[in-house]
């Protein structure tokens, strides 16, 4: 019987990359693994055609000579290709046992002592002000977690038993099976793994090797921390199963709004009203800092509304630096209200002695308005 086209086979064009290929293969390998197709001695047939197939055309060399000669490259020991499996013939069938027993073959999974698992990682929001954020702090915080259980010191079984060696796995935690031409493992069923039952389980935790407690932990704040920080306290999680590693603790810190201060970075900004008066004829201001202190700002005469005046040095602490960022004063030029008869007096005299030196902002902008619409008017 004569061979079938190894493209034919995988179902493939002559063009097909490696990508195209290798997904066929597994398509196909997995339809016709006899695990699947238990007493079918086509499906066997089929299994082998494809295996060879691949074996011949995922390697470069080996896809040109069979492009150009066909089966006859290979005849006659040309090539070693046939229905044997290749020297990387169980890393190629790697992931095509992880989907066909679901990552279950030895070596990947988790038997005897690894089985006794990870406590799981915790997560703590801590709200704080942005006084504390500039001072940093130390905290102290409650928190309801699991904790090794005292009474049997996290084995699980009653004080006075051991746990006992699995007699289904014999303590390996997992347990082989030969189908074929390999062998599969799986996590043994009667343990999970562990290697080992209770088999007189511990009256406080229930075998379990675990309670949960409330504890209160000690938590250093550094200075300079920013909305979003997260800290880590390594091993603060959850107790691990019958005597397993712990979990982490992480704590995810949030920075309360502030009255007065906008923090970008290590910076600080705020909005400071003054008086039309002030921003005309010049003057002083007194704003405060973060550090509980005040600053003065002078203003100078003819200052405008969203001036900015910077103050060196008086933002936030750099995390783990003895650096500071800035504080930015922006200066708002608040519009008099509810003014008296005679203010309003006043501030008409004051028109009308004004001038376009007095406002050459406003003076120049109707100056090009004016000219635009006569412009408009002298082209239609």
Known sequence: MSKRDYYDVLGCDRGADETILKASYRKLAMKWHPDRNQGDGEAEIRF?????????????QKRAAYDRFGHAAFENGGGGAGPGFGSDFASTFADIFDDLFG???????????????????????????????????TAQIKIPTSITCEACTGTGAKAGTEPKVCRTCGGAGKIRHAQGFFTLERTCPTCQGRGSVIEDPCGECGGAGRVTRERT????????????????????????VRGGAPGDLYIFLSIEPHAFFQREGADLYCRVPISMVTAALGG??????????????????GTQSQKRFRLAGKGMPILRTRNHGD??????????????????????????????????????????????FQGAAEGS
């Not at 990947?108 to 002000?129: C, S």
């Not at 000690?218 to 603060?236: H, K, M, W, Y």
């Open 217 to 240: 932990l000690s938590v250093q704040i550094p200075a300079g921390v920013e909305d979003g920080t997260r800290i880590r306290l390594g091993g603060e999680g959850e107790a691990g």
């Open 48 to 60: 082998k055609e494809v295996n060879e197939a691949y074996e011949v055309l995922k390697d470069p």
């Open 284 to 301: 002083a201001v007194e704003v405060p800092t973060i550090d509980g202190d005040k600053s003065k700002v002078k203003i100078p005469d």
């Open 103 to 137: 990552g279950s073959m030895g070596g990947r999974g988790r038997g005897g002592a690894g089985a006794r698992g990870r406590g799981a990682d915790l997560r703590y929001n801590m709200e704080i002000t942005l006084e504390e954020a500039y001072e940093g702090k």
């Open 327 to 372: 504080m930015y004063v922006q200066v708002v030029v608040e519009t008099p209200q509810k003014l008296t008869k005679r203010q309003k007096e006043l501030l008409a005299e004051f028109e009308k002695e004004s001038s376009g030196d007095t406002h050459p902002e406003s003076t120049g902008f109707f100056s090009k308005v004016k000219e635009f």
